[in-house]
Protein backbone atom coordinates (compact mmCIF):
# COMPACT_ATOMS: atom_id res chain seq x y z
CA UNK A 1 0.00 0.00 0.00
CA UNK A 2 0.90 3.63 -0.41
CA UNK A 3 0.37 6.29 1.92
CA UNK A 4 1.07 9.98 2.34
CA UNK A 5 0.75 12.05 5.12
CA UNK A 6 1.10 15.73 5.52
CA UNK A 7 1.78 17.47 9.03
CA UNK A 8 -1.76 17.75 9.41
CA UNK A 9 -2.92 14.50 9.14
CA UNK A 10 -3.00 11.05 6.40
CA UNK A 11 -3.89 12.61 2.93
CA UNK A 12 -3.95 9.32 1.16
CA UNK A 13 -3.82 5.23 1.86
CA UNK A 14 -4.41 3.07 -1.03
CA UNK A 15 -3.46 0.19 -2.77
CA UNK A 16 -0.48 -0.52 -5.17
CA UNK A 17 -2.66 -1.40 -8.23
CA UNK A 18 -5.41 0.60 -7.25
CA UNK A 19 -7.32 1.36 -10.75
CA UNK A 20 -7.17 5.43 -9.98
CA UNK A 21 -4.32 5.60 -8.03
CA UNK A 22 -2.44 7.46 -10.34
CA UNK A 23 -4.86 10.19 -10.77
CA UNK A 24 -5.04 10.21 -6.79
CA UNK A 25 -1.15 11.00 -6.57
CA UNK A 26 -1.33 13.66 -9.83
CA UNK A 27 -3.82 15.30 -7.32
CA UNK A 28 -1.27 15.41 -4.67
CA UNK A 29 1.74 16.78 -6.42
CA UNK A 30 0.68 19.95 -6.10
CA UNK A 31 1.34 19.16 -1.91
CA UNK A 32 4.73 20.59 -0.10
CA UNK A 33 6.32 18.87 2.77
CA UNK A 34 4.74 15.02 1.98
CA UNK A 35 6.36 11.69 3.12
CA UNK A 36 5.61 8.96 1.53
CA UNK A 37 5.91 5.78 3.08
CA UNK A 38 5.30 2.34 0.92
CA UNK A 39 4.06 0.09 4.17
CA UNK A 40 4.75 -3.69 4.17
CA UNK A 41 3.54 -5.67 7.09
CA UNK A 42 1.71 -9.47 6.46
CA UNK A 43 -1.57 -8.04 6.39
CA UNK A 44 -1.20 -4.87 3.89
CA UNK A 45 0.87 -7.87 1.78
CA UNK A 46 -1.97 -9.79 1.88
CA UNK A 47 -4.75 -7.38 0.61
CA UNK A 48 -1.92 -6.60 -2.24
CA UNK A 49 -2.45 -10.35 -3.56
CA UNK A 50 -5.49 -11.80 -5.48
CA UNK A 51 -5.20 -16.01 -5.81
CA UNK A 52 -1.48 -15.92 -4.11
CA UNK A 53 -0.49 -13.73 -7.30
CA UNK A 54 1.26 -10.19 -6.76
CA UNK A 55 -1.42 -7.80 -8.73
CA UNK A 56 0.36 -5.93 -11.42
CA UNK A 57 1.51 -2.57 -10.45
CA UNK A 58 0.69 0.60 -12.59
CA UNK A 59 4.41 2.01 -13.99
CA UNK A 60 2.79 5.79 -14.37
CA UNK A 61 2.43 5.69 -10.58
CA UNK A 62 5.96 5.76 -10.26
CA UNK A 63 6.62 9.53 -12.00
CA UNK A 64 3.84 10.54 -9.35
CA UNK A 65 6.14 9.13 -6.80
CA UNK A 66 8.89 10.47 -7.86
CA UNK A 67 7.51 14.00 -8.40
CA UNK A 68 6.27 14.39 -4.90
CA UNK A 69 9.45 12.58 -3.87
CA UNK A 70 10.92 16.15 -5.57
CA UNK A 71 8.89 18.59 -3.20
CA UNK A 72 10.98 19.79 -0.10
CA UNK A 73 10.94 17.77 2.63
CA UNK A 74 9.47 14.77 1.20
CA UNK A 75 11.22 11.53 1.45
CA UNK A 76 9.75 7.81 0.01
CA UNK A 77 10.80 5.22 2.43
CA UNK A 78 9.92 2.17 3.68
CA UNK A 79 10.04 3.58 7.60
CA UNK A 80 6.68 4.86 8.55
CA UNK A 81 8.30 6.56 11.71
CA UNK A 82 9.52 9.34 9.48
CA UNK A 83 6.23 10.99 10.22
CA UNK A 84 4.44 10.53 13.34
CA UNK A 85 1.00 10.20 11.60
CA UNK A 86 2.38 7.33 9.28
CA UNK A 87 3.66 5.43 12.44
CA UNK A 88 0.49 6.03 14.20
CA UNK A 89 -1.25 4.50 10.70
CA UNK A 90 1.00 1.62 10.57
CA UNK A 91 0.14 0.67 14.41
CA UNK A 92 -3.50 1.31 14.06
CA UNK A 93 -3.65 -0.50 10.90
CA UNK A 94 -1.74 -3.35 12.51
CA UNK A 95 -4.48 -3.74 15.25
CA UNK A 96 -7.06 -3.10 12.87
CA UNK A 97 -6.01 -6.75 10.91
CA UNK A 98 -6.04 -8.73 14.21
CA UNK A 99 -9.44 -7.58 15.11
CA UNK A 100 -8.21 -5.20 18.01
CA UNK A 101 -9.89 -2.09 16.34
CA UNK A 102 -12.93 -1.27 14.94
CA UNK A 103 -12.19 2.83 14.63
CA UNK A 104 -9.25 4.94 13.72
CA UNK A 105 -8.47 7.41 15.66
CA UNK A 106 -5.82 9.17 13.44
CA UNK A 107 -5.88 12.91 11.73
CA UNK A 108 -6.52 13.61 8.16
CA UNK A 109 -5.76 16.00 5.78
CA UNK A 110 -8.37 15.32 3.14
CA UNK A 111 -8.11 17.33 -0.29
CA UNK A 112 -11.58 17.34 -1.87
CA UNK A 113 -14.79 19.44 -2.54
CA UNK A 114 -16.96 19.61 0.61
CA UNK A 115 -19.34 17.56 -1.14
CA UNK A 116 -16.79 14.82 -0.82
CA UNK A 117 -15.49 15.16 2.28
CA UNK A 118 -19.02 14.99 3.82
CA UNK A 119 -19.81 11.88 1.80
CA UNK A 120 -15.94 10.18 2.95
CA UNK A 121 -16.29 11.46 6.46
CA UNK A 122 -20.11 10.05 6.55
CA UNK A 123 -18.66 6.25 5.64
CA UNK A 124 -16.99 6.22 9.58
CA UNK A 125 -20.52 6.31 10.85
CA UNK A 126 -21.00 2.77 9.19
CA UNK A 127 -20.32 0.42 11.67
CA UNK A 128 -17.40 -1.78 11.88
CA UNK A 129 -18.35 -5.64 9.97
CA UNK A 130 -21.73 -4.10 8.36
CA UNK A 131 -22.86 -2.81 5.33
CA UNK A 132 -24.99 0.41 3.75
CA UNK A 133 -26.36 0.83 0.18
CA UNK A 134 -25.25 4.24 -1.46
CA UNK A 135 -28.63 4.72 -1.21
CA UNK A 136 -28.46 4.30 2.37
CA UNK A 137 -25.43 6.66 2.29
CA UNK A 138 -26.86 9.60 0.35
CA UNK A 139 -29.98 9.64 2.91
CA UNK A 140 -27.14 9.41 6.10
CA UNK A 141 -25.87 12.83 4.54
CA UNK A 142 -29.41 14.38 3.86
CA UNK A 143 -29.16 13.89 0.13
CA UNK A 144 -31.29 11.13 -0.87
CA UNK A 145 -31.78 12.00 -4.23
CA UNK A 146 -27.56 12.21 -5.08
CA UNK A 147 -27.11 8.65 -5.26
CA UNK A 148 -25.20 8.90 -7.98
CA UNK A 149 -22.82 12.02 -6.99
CA UNK A 150 -22.22 9.54 -3.95
CA UNK A 151 -20.85 6.15 -5.11
CA UNK A 152 -18.80 8.94 -7.75
CA UNK A 153 -17.65 10.69 -4.41
CA UNK A 154 -17.04 7.05 -2.83
CA UNK A 155 -14.89 6.64 -6.34
CA UNK A 156 -12.66 9.42 -5.59
CA UNK A 157 -12.08 8.30 -1.76
CA UNK A 158 -8.21 8.61 -1.06
CA UNK A 159 -8.29 7.11 2.54
CA UNK A 160 -9.35 3.35 2.33
CA UNK A 161 -10.15 1.27 5.40
CA UNK A 162 -10.01 4.39 7.73
CA UNK A 163 -12.57 6.01 5.56
CA UNK A 164 -14.80 2.35 4.91
CA UNK A 165 -15.76 2.68 1.50
CA UNK A 166 -15.56 -1.41 1.16
CA UNK A 167 -18.77 -1.30 3.68
CA UNK A 168 -20.89 0.18 1.01
CA UNK A 169 -22.72 -1.79 -1.35
CA UNK A 170 -25.15 -2.08 -4.35
CA UNK A 171 -29.05 -1.69 -3.35
CA UNK A 172 -29.64 -5.75 -4.14
CA UNK A 173 -26.80 -6.47 -2.15
CA UNK A 174 -23.82 -7.38 -4.76
CA UNK A 175 -20.37 -5.42 -3.80
CA UNK A 176 -19.63 -3.47 -6.65
CA UNK A 177 -17.23 -0.24 -7.20
CA UNK A 178 -14.15 -0.64 -5.61
CA UNK A 179 -11.00 0.38 -6.52
CA UNK A 180 -8.60 -1.80 -4.82
CA UNK A 181 -11.06 -4.34 -7.10
CA UNK A 182 -14.40 -6.01 -5.92
CA UNK A 183 -11.87 -9.49 -4.38
CA UNK A 184 -10.46 -6.86 -1.93
CA UNK A 185 -13.91 -5.29 -1.00
CA UNK A 186 -14.90 -8.78 -0.13
CA UNK A 187 -11.54 -9.73 1.72
CA UNK A 188 -12.26 -6.75 4.09
CA UNK A 189 -15.65 -7.29 4.71
CA UNK A 190 -14.84 -10.86 5.37
CA UNK A 191 -11.73 -10.09 7.92
CA UNK A 192 -14.28 -7.98 9.65
CA UNK A 193 -16.93 -9.70 9.76
CA UNK A 194 -14.80 -12.70 11.16
CA UNK A 195 -13.46 -10.53 14.25
CA UNK A 196 -16.82 -9.23 14.62
CA UNK A 197 -18.55 -12.79 15.01
CA UNK A 198 -17.28 -13.63 18.13
CA UNK A 199 -18.24 -10.22 19.89
CA UNK A 200 -22.04 -10.99 18.99
CA UNK A 201 -21.66 -14.51 19.80
CA UNK A 202 -20.70 -13.33 23.63
Known sequence: MIAVATEKGICLLDFADCQRLNHKLQSLEAAFNVPVALHGNPHLDAL????????PHDPSCTSHLEALEGQPGCTTTHNASCNLHLDTLEKQL?????????????PLDLIGTEFQKTVWLSLQQVPYGHTISYGEQAKLIGRPTAVRAVANANRQNRVAIILPCHRVIGSDGTLTGYGGGIWRKEKLLEIEKRHLCPLMGG
Not at 94 to 102: I, M, Q, V
Open 48 to 55: EREHGQIR
Open 94 to 106: AEYFKGERREFDI
